[in-house]
C-alpha cells in the first residue's frame, strides 16, 4: 500500500467528490472542464492533497481525492468549488443564467478504498481481548 506518512500519522483517505451546476444548467464544455480541472489541481497543490482522477458531464464532475487527515472533506470541497467557479468566470465561460456561482451549494461525497466494511468487522471482532 502507498500510504501518506507525515509526522504524526500515516492514512490512506480517499473520498469520491461530485459537484453538480447550478440549476443542473448544462454548461459545461470540454474547455470549461479543462478549466475547471486545472483549478482544482491548483487548488490540491497549494492544500497538500491530490487529485487522483477527474472527469465530468455537461451538468456535473467527479474527482476522486487523496487527502491528509488534517483536512476536512468540507475545507476540500469549499476551497474547489470557489477557486474553480471564479476561473471558469476569469476565463470568460456562461455560468449558469448568469448567476455569480457555477455550482449548487450541496456536494456528493462518498469515502472509498480499503477492506470491505465486512471485513473490517470481523477483524475487530477477532482481536484478543487483554486478560
Same mark, same amino acid.
Given at each position: 500500500?502507498?500510504?501518506?506518512?507525515?509526522?504524526?500519522?500515516?492514512?490512506?483517505?480517499?473520498?469520491?467528490?461530485?459537484?453538480?451546476?447550478?440549476?443542473?444548467?448544462?454548461?459545461?464544455?470540454?474547455?470549461?472542464?479543462?478549466?475547471?480541472?486545472?483549478?482544482?489541481?491548483?487548488?490540491?497543490?497549494?492544500?497538500?492533497?491530490?487529485?487522483?482522477?477527474?472527469?465530468?458531464?455537461?451538468?456535473?464532475?467527479?474527482?476522486?481525492?487523496?487527502?491528509?487527515?488534517?483536512?476536512?472533506? =468540507?475545507?476540500? @470541497?469549499?476551497?474547489?468549488?470557489?477557486?474553480?467557479?471564479?476561473? $471558469?468566470? !476569469?476565463?470568460?465561460?456562461?455560468? /449558469?443564467?448568469?448567476?455569480?456561482?457555477?455550482?449548487?451549494?450541496?456536494?456528493? =461525497?462518498?469515502? @472509498?478504498?480499503?477492506?470491505?466494511?465486512?471485513?473490517?468487522?470481523? $477483524?475487530? !471482532?477477532?482481536?484478543?481481548?487483554? /486478560?
Amino acid at each position: 500500500m502507498d500510504y501518506r506518512r507525515e509526522n504524526h500519522s500515516v492514512s490512506d483517505l480517499k473520498v469520491h467528490l461530485i459537484f453538480v451546476t447550478k440549476y443542473r444548467r448544462r454548461i459545461l464544455t470540454a474547455e470549461g472542464l479543462g478549466v475547471i480541472q486545472r483549478a482544482c489541481e491548483s487548488v490540491a497543490e497549494k492544500m497538500t492533497f491530490r487529485v487522483l482522477e477527474f472527469n465530468g458531464e455537461s451538468d456535473h464532475v467527479h474527482m476522486l481525492v487523496e487527502y491528509p487527515p488534517k483536512l476536512s472533506i =468540507s475545507q476540500m @470541497v469549499n476551497a474547489l468549488k470557489g477557486v474553480s467557479s471564479r476561473r $471558469y468566470g !476569469q476565463a470568460g465561460l456562461p455560468k /449558469p443564467y448568469g448567476k455569480k456561482s457555477l455550482w449548487t451549494p450541496a456536494h456528493f =461525497s462518498a469515502s @472509498v478504498g480499503g477492506a470491505p466494511l465486512e471485513v473490517l468487522k470481523q $477483524y475487530i !471482532q477477532g482481536q484478543e481481548k487483554p /486478560p
